[in-house]
């Protein structure tokens, strides 16, 4: 079993829908959670960065950790054409310096 | 204010070649990781250099290593190329601040192995 799983899509949403992205995993000991944005042939941008459970918002991002389920959350609202992307979630443990990340989900929206 | 730069952006060598790849961290970054990402999956860590030295390793054979310069830039080395090897290899850069290190990338060396 992989240390992070997430639904590798494609996910295909109109203009203005709002996206839901989600990974799970399995380590209890991580406790910062990050979302990276990768376009084609690019490497990844850092989105949000989380410390342990609850909620973070940024324009139209926002990130969910819900440390007792092992699931964390990203919502885009308003879906923007240039949102295109891979979206990478990435998390680690604390003292440890290397990130896991998810497979990534490739997202496709539709003028 | 440049972020990481990575050269060279592609690449193709033939199986059992050596190459190396070069990573300079954005301004006041001291920390380097490298990460190897294969098509369609996400990227899995190599290893991290801080302070010239490599402080961390993930599951990877001895034919990667890498080495820090003092202005912190670093290298990526792989001995022995395999068909598998061919790869996105993406540099990270940070400033250790112990927990809140956060791990900015940059563009990826694309690497085929024939």
């Known amino acids: 079993q992989k240390e992070v799983e997430q639904d590798p899509g494609p996910l295909s949403v109109p203009e203005g829908a709002i996206v839901s992205l989600n990974c799970t995993y399995s380590n209890s000991a991580f406790q910062y959670f990050m979302w990276y944005r990768q376009y084609s042939r690019k490497g990844p941008e850092l989105l949000m960065y989380t410390y342990s459970s609850g909620n973070k918002e940024d324009g139209r991002f926002t990130a969910q950790v819900d440390k007792s389920s092992k699931y964390i959350s990203l919502f885009i609202r308003d879906s923007q054409p240039s949102d295109s992307a891979t979206y990478l979630c990435a998390m680690r443990r604390t003292g440890a310096n290397n990130l896991f990340f998810g497979t990534g989900t490739r997202l496709t929206v539709i003028p | 204010d440049a972020g990481v730069t990575q050269s060279p952006t592609h690449l193709i060598k033939t199986r059992g070649q050596q190459v190396t790849l070069r990573c300079s961290p954005k301004s006041g970054h001291d920390t380097v990781s490298w990460y190897q990402q294969a098509l369609g999956q996400g990227p899995q860590f190599i290893f991290q250099?801080?302070?010239?030295?490599?402080?961390q390793r993930g599951n990877f054979p001895d034919r990667f290593s890498g080495h820090q310069f003092p202005n912190y830039s670093s290298e990526l080395n792989v001995n022995a190329l395999l068909l598998g090897d061919s790869a996105l290899y993406l540099c990270a850069s940070s400033f250790d601040r112990g927990s809140r290190e956060t791990q900015y990338f940059g563009p990826g060396t694309r690497l085929l192995v024939l």
């Open positions: 250099y801080y302070e010239e030295e490599e402080r």
